[in-house]
Structures are given as C-alpha cells and as structure tokens.
C-alpha cells in the first residue's frame, strides 16, 4: 500500500540463520510497530518505536530486537531463527491516536 | 492484556445481522476495529475514544460502554463483502512504558454466504 512497504514479501530460512526484516514508510509518522499474526493468536505485538533510536518491547518480544536509525525506515531482527518464529509479520505506522495502517506483511518461514 | 473476543466465528446469510463483541479487564482510552481478508492486511474500520460514543461507516456501526470496558460491532444487512477477519484492538495508558499500548483481540471470523 501507499506510504508503507515491507520486504521481503517471502522468506524461507534455516533454523539458526540470522533474519532481517525492513520496513519503509513515506509517511513520516512517529511511530511504528511490528506484530506477528498466527492462526489463534490474532496481532501479537513484538516491538514498537516511537521515535529515532526510541523503541519498547511488546508482548512477545524474545527473540527479537529492532532498529531504527532513521524516521522511515524500522527493522526487525531474528538473530538465530527458530521455527517458533514462523509467522506472517506485519509492519503498522501511526501518528499520535489515528488509526494502525499496517504493510502487506512478510510471510516467514524457518525450515 | 488482550481483550477477548466473542463469537470466535459466525456465518450469515445476506442480509442478516451481526454483533462482534470486545471486553477488557483494563481501563481503556480507546477501541479500533479492524478487518482483515485472506491474504491481506488488517484495514481500519473506525475507533471510539472513551466518553461512550457510537460511530457508524455505511451498514456497520460501533459502540463503546466505557463503564463495562466493551465495544460491539454490528454489521446490519451484511453484504457478501463483509466476509472476513473482525479485530478489535484496545487501547490503554501503559505507567511502565509511559505509552499508550494498542493489544488486538484474537479476532472473529466472519462468512456471509449467499
């Protein structure tokens, strides 16, 4: 969608291997998030930031770290991939209390 | 804390209605609604700030009872259209994180046949 991209779109990987995921928005806005989607779970939120080189944890943050070194652009790192970590991730962007407008997200899959 | 979510899933024909329900245990500031299809991301529906306010988007309103931590999505006439994933999402101020923190329901699964 405009103003949000994640990429890859689709990832396949081993167990142990490092995984980064990048979000890029366009939008300027101040905060962003990344959450996880499984079947039964709904969003589940990992990490969010609302501000450059200012981010928190959510509920389900081991495992993961993130970065944000510049407004537009909010990365989300695996350092040693797990299958636990199999997922669809989504990217959401948001300023002040508007609405989430989240990316298409990436799906992940660790073999 | 998410908030949860009833019914888990519901099948309607066109033209019925529906009611998505949303509770928390936790003061809240606001309520998202969201729907999402398959294979696609979660799109925005609308939010109701606390104060008990109703808002409506075409067939589809919402209300939020700020006493009780609830919020109901009805879908009136559903249209084919409407099938899809329902989330609500619960917003509330966050002391630890000096935030406010937005925690999505496990969804409702919503077919509308024909």
């Known amino acids: 969608d405009a103003g949000i991209t994640q990429s890859p779109r689709h990832k396949v990987t081993e167990t142990g291997t490092p995984v980064t995921l990048r979000c890029h928005q366009t939008?300027?806005?101040?905060?962003m998030y990344w959450y996880r989607q499984d079947p039964g779970h709904g969003l589940r939120l990992i990490h969010y930031?609302?501000?450059?080189?200012?981010?928190d944890k959510g509920e389900v943050s081991d495992g993961y770290s993130v970065s944000r070194s510049k407004t537009e652009d909010f990365l989300l790192t695996l350092e040693s991939a797990t299958s636990s970590q199999t997922s669809v991730y989504f990217c959401a962007i948001r300023t002040g209390n508007s609405p989430l407008h989240f990316g298409n997200g990436t799906r992940l899959t660790v073999t | 804390q998410q908030p949860v979510q009833s019914p888990q899933a519901v099948i309607l024909r066109e033209g019925e209605d529906a009611v998505i329900n949303c509770s928390s245990s936790k003061a809240l500031y606001s309520v998202h609604w969201y729907r999402q299809k398959h294979g696609e991301a979660p799109v925005f529906l609308m939010i109701?700030?606390?104060?008990?306010e109703q808002k409506g988007h075409d067939k589809i309103s919402a209300s939020f009872n700020e006493k009780k931590q609830q919020s109901s999505l009805y879908l009136t006439a559903s249209q084919l259209s409407y099938s899809g994933t329902y989330f609500c999402?619960?917003?509330?101020?966050?002391?630890?994180?000096?935030?406010?923190?937005?925690?999505f329901g496990k969804g409702t699964k919503l077919s509308v046949i024909p």
């Open positions: 999402g619960t917003e509330r101020w966050d002391s630890g994180a000096g935030s406010y923190q937005l925690t």
């Open positions: 930031s609302y501000g450059v080189k200012d981010t």
């Open positions: 939008e300027n806005h101040r905060y």
């Open positions: 109701l700030l606390k104060g008990g």
